[in-house]
């Protein structure tokens, strides 16, 4: 069974919201931080560590 990325991403996601309740502020501070970082000189480095 193959399943998208995305859908894998956007389940745990779910999951851990209604798992552990962090508050609000986190959860956008670690979605416009990830965002910024992919987008930063940075990228090539962290893709580099997540292969």
């Given at each position: 069974m193959q399943v998208p990325l995305?859908?894998?991403l956007l389940v745990v996601g779910y999951l851990g919201v209604k798992l552990i309740?962090?508050?609000a502020w986190l959860i956008?501070?670690?979605?416009?931080?990830?965002?910024l970082l992919a987008h930063s000189v940075l990228a090539p480095a962290i893709n580099a560590l997540v292969k």
């Open positions: 995305w859908f894998a309740r962090p508050p956008a501070v670690l979605l416009l931080g990830g965002f």
